[in-house]
């Protein structure tokens, strides 16, 4: 992926995210903001992690680990203001987001790891993610659910984290 596509394809990730906003009912403004800006952002760290490997194809090593800190800083940036809790929870937030939106890929199942990522984002807001990350290669107006994700959410539900975190 070029800088170029890595763009064209963050374009088609946010328009997939308005679809998935529709789709979970998502209406209220902080929570539409933050899964939006989790879409622009979750490829941010591609061009700082590009690298062509022996197989001659582009790889980004630790994009979203990368990506993650540059959210934090462009958040930050913008997001200047007296409500530095509430700004500070918002950018926690899609960077949370950001960092996580791979993890789906190579889940066998393991509880503990649902319980792991539930303690740092909904899990519905990472199926989010990981459903307009999916979707926008390039988006066709479908949403689609990644078998790794789905498999995800199943175990979230019997650990009863789909909707919140997990008890002590």
Known sequence: ???????????????????KNK???IVDDDHIARRMFAALLHDVGKPDTFEIGKDGRIHNPAHDSVG???ARGFLR??????????????????????????????????????????LQVPMKDLAAIVV????????????IMPDQ????LDVAAEVQVMDAKPQA
């Open 1 to 19: 992926i070029t800088l170029g596509d890595t763009l064209v394809h963050t374009m088609h990730v946010c328009n997939a995210m308005v679809a």
């Open 23 to 25: 789709e979970d009912g």
């Open 68 to 70: 993650e800190e540059i």
């Open 77 to 118: 940036k913008l997001f200047k203001s007296d409500l530095q809790a509430k700004d500070g929870d918002f950018i926690d937030a899609v960077a949370a987001m950001v960092r996580l939106h791979m993890r789906h890929i190579g889940f066998e199942g393991s509880q503990p790891q649902v319980r792991k990522l539930a």
């Open 132 to 143: 307009a990350d999916h979707s926008g290669r390039p988006w066709k107006g479908q949403l």
């Open 149 to 152: 994700m789905n498999h995800m």
